[in-house]
């Protein structure tokens, strides 16, 4: 089994910043690519930025130049550092993550459990 552990949300001013961590662990054998996403109330889930395990990102139009995700593959850890935040960037973030499970030959998607994100204004 894999467990993804979700840390760094919380309240913060417009214009602060927030460090997410997400932390993968478990009978890994390989991750490949891993994320972030998102959801607000009301709305649906999508896409934050993501990162290759060759280190590749792709970031959502709405977060370019504010947001930077990164990866630590000897930790199986991901990072989301959020700089400028607005209040349009309250939501829910989810950590995501493709990886092979030891003796599988087949990739698996795993979601973190969430963790919530407050910008006031």
């Known amino acids: 089994q894999v467990q993804l552990v979700e840390s760094g949300g919380g309240l913060v001013q417009a214009g602060g910043s927030l460090r997410l961590s997400c932390a993968a662990s478990g009978s890994i054998f390989r991750i490949n690519a891993m994320g972030w996403y998102r959801q607000a109330p009301g709305k649906q889930r999508e896409l934050v930025a993501t990162i290759t395990s060759g280190g590749s990102t792709n970031y959502a139009d709405s977060v370019k130049g504010r947001f930077t995700i990164s990866r630590d593959n000897a930790k199986n850890t991901v990072y989301l550092q959020m700089n400028s935040l607005k209040p349009e960037d309250t939501a829910v973030y989810y950590c995501?993550?493709?990886?092979?499970?030891?003796?599988?030959?087949?990739?698996?998607?795993?979601w973190g459990q969430g963790t919530q994100v407050t910008v006031s204004s």
């Open positions: 995501n993550t493709n990886l092979f499970i030891l003796g599988t030959s087949l990739p698996y998607n795993y």
